[in-house]
């Protein structure tokens, strides 16, 4: 069962641009999660935010939560090569079951 | 120290035959799931575990098993393997905050 949905699907941008994605869910959180996955790489974890936040900031990222629209977005700003990945949101429902629903994920392209 | 391990990262083998992929984490997590990966990087959760007990078990197919001997391991087992579970399999460790993935496991069946 998919839980998000990442938008777009992919981007391409040129390197020092700001990026965003977008992210949609369907039930209840406790918390959403954004990772990075590297091309033939695992997952990494970059920023939660949780239920009753509403931003959150680490280095160059910043993702807001608006529960009312049950969406979020991910902001990474002056974009650098090595950015170049996709990116999931993930959730964490309100049952509490540890399940990690992923959404589809937005393919990022840095350009020099 | 790798925190999540999985071992084989990668495994050719043929239809019928049965599989296992390993998966140890080292950083005394509670939660330990496993995901597939398809050709689409659609990320499928497949099982989740929490202090050696299974909480989810979505909907696969009953030839995929998976067995924890302790707290720290969560090993995946696959019967009569089908050319459909080619994928990317992840394991993935969790204590609340954000899960830990391994590098993963890419499965090809001929």
């Known amino acids: 069962s998919q839980q998000g949905e990442e938008d777009p699907q992919a981007l391409s941008i040129q390197e020092g641009e700001n990026a965003t994605m977008n992210c949609s869910y369907k039930?209840?959180?406790?918390?959403l999660q954004w990772y990075r996955q590297n091309s033939g790489r695992g997952l990494v974890h970059l920023i939660l935010?949780?239920?009753?936040?509403r931003e959150k900031h680490s280095g160059r990222l910043r993702v807001t939560l608006d529960t009312s629209k049950k969406s979020s977005s991910l902001l990474i700003t002056a974009s650098r090569a090595a950015d170049t990945a996709s990116y999931f949101c993930a959730t964490v429902s309100m049952n509490r079951d540890d399940k990690i629903i992923f959404g589809k994920g937005t393919r990022l392209h840095i350009l020099p | 120290d790798t925190a999540v391990s999985q071992t084989p990262k990668y495994l050719v083998t043929q239809m019928g035959n049965d599989k296992s992929i390993k998966c140890e984490q080292n950083?005394?997590?509670?939660?330990m799931y496993w995901y597939k990966q398809d050709s689409k990087k659609f990320l499928k959760i497949m099982f989740s575990?929490?202090?050696?007990?299974?909480?989810i078990n979505e909907t696969v197919p009953n030839r995929f098993s998976p067995k924890s001997p302790d707290k720290a391991h969560l090993n995946l087992h696959i019967n009569s393997l089908e050319l459909g579970d080619s994928a990317v399999y992840f394991c993935?460790?969790?204590?609340?905050?954000?899960?830990?993935f391994g590098q993963g496991t890419r499965l090809t069946v001929v």
């Open positions: 935010i949780r239920s009753n936040e």
């Open positions: 575990y929490n202090n050696k007990e299974l909480i």
């Open positions: 993935a460790s969790s204590h609340g905050s954000g899960a830990f």
């Open positions: 039930t209840s959180i406790n918390n």
């Open positions: 950083l005394g997590h509670d939660t």
